[in-house]
């Protein structure tokens, strides 16, 4: 989409480290100081972003403001892109297990249609992730998300897709399938380029994603 950038930063040091982002940030041709980024708690609650700085307790941030660069952070999370050219809106979401099962993306999505926004000129860009290969979990989780999403594990657990329920909640919002992109790069399976939370526990680095026009 013209003028809009999406960057999503591989393994780089400590980015929670507030010295990193910002030099990220500035490298990829952004004003560090224009950087509004959440305090994510694996919820879905969303928020519209006026003004740069820290927002609290949120994991979905959406703004029309041209001067603001939204990021988030993950490591097995899925960070979802979403940008609309008619309009100027756009936003980051970081889609855990938590948020996608309580629909944070119908949340981001309605928040940018009371901006004005129209589904069929939003693009969606799913990121990478970890995927079904790598995503064993309890019925306490898959019990949350329709079958046709799982297959089956050990025992009891099953191997969800976390990636597929979120392209199936964009499209309930009423976004074109075409309109939606999926990046297939598993963040488990790739220790070399990824890290992982599922993988290196809580040792594990994170990851930013950015967003913002130019």
Same mark, same amino acid.
């Given at each position: &989409?013209?003028?809009?950038?999406?960057?999503?930063?591989?393994?780089?040091?400590?980015?929670?480290?507030?010295?990193?982002?910002?030099?990220? $940030?500035?490298?990829?041709?952004?004003?560090?100081?224009?950087?509004?980024?959440?305090?994510?708690?694996?919820?879905?609650?969303?928020?519209?972003?006026?003004?740069?700085?820290?927002?609290?307790?949120?994991?979905?941030?959406?703004?029309?403001?041209?001067?603001? $660069?939204?990021?988030?952070?993950?490591?097995?999370?899925?960070?979802?892109?979403?940008?609309?050219? =008619?309009?100027?809106?756009?936003?980051? $979401?970081?889609?855990?297990?938590? %948020?996608?099962?309580?629909?944070?993306?119908?949340?981001?999505?309605?928040? &940018?249609?009371?901006?004005?926004?129209?589904?069929?000129?939003?693009?969606?860009?799913?990121?990478?992730?970890i995927?079904? +290969? +790598?995503?064993?979990? %309890?019925?306490?989780?898959?019990?949350?998300?329709?079958?046709?999403?799982?297959?089956?594990?050990?025992?009891?657990?099953? &191997?969800?897709?976390?990636?597929s329920?979120?392209?199936? =909640?964009?499209?309930?919002?009423?976004?074109?399938?075409e309109?939606?992109?999926?990046?297939?790069?598993?963040?488990?399976?790739?220790?070399?380029?990824?890290?992982?939370?599922?993988?290196n %526990?809580?040792?594990? %680095?994170? &990851?930013?994603?950015?967003?913002?026009?130019?």
């Amino acid at each position: &989409m013209e003028g809009f950038s999406a960057y999503f930063v591989q393994k780089h040091g400590d980015i929670s480290a507030s010295d990193n982002r910002e030099a990220l $940030v500035e490298s990829f041709g952004y004003d560090s100081t224009h950087l509004a980024y959440p305090v994510q708690i694996h919820s879905n609650k969303v928020e519209v972003v006026e003004e740069p700085g820290i927002i609290q307790n949120i994991d979905g941030v959406i703004s029309d403001k041209k001067d603001i $660069v939204l990021s988030i952070q993950v490591a097995d999370c899925i960070p979802l892109f979403l940008a609309d050219g =008619q309009t100027g809106n756009f936003g980051l $979401v970081h889609s855990g297990w938590r %948020g996608t099962a309580s629909n944070i993306s119908k949340r981001a999505i309605d928040n &940018m249609k009371q901006a004005g926004c129209d589904v069929n000129t939003i693009r969606a860009l799913i990121g990478p992730a970890i995927n079904q +290969c +790598c995503f064993e979990v %309890g019925p306490d989780v898959s019990d949350q998300f329709d079958s046709v999403f799982s297959i089956n594990g050990v025992g009891d657990r099953q &191997m969800l897709d976390l990636k597929s329920v979120l392209k199936h =909640q964009l499209v309930e919002t009423g976004i074109k399938p075409e309109n939606i992109k999926v990046e297939n790069a598993c963040t488990c399976c790739q220790d070399d380029l990824y890290y992982s939370y599922r993988r290196n %526990g809580e040792k594990s %680095g994170r &990851m930013i994603a950015i967003a913002g026009w130019k």
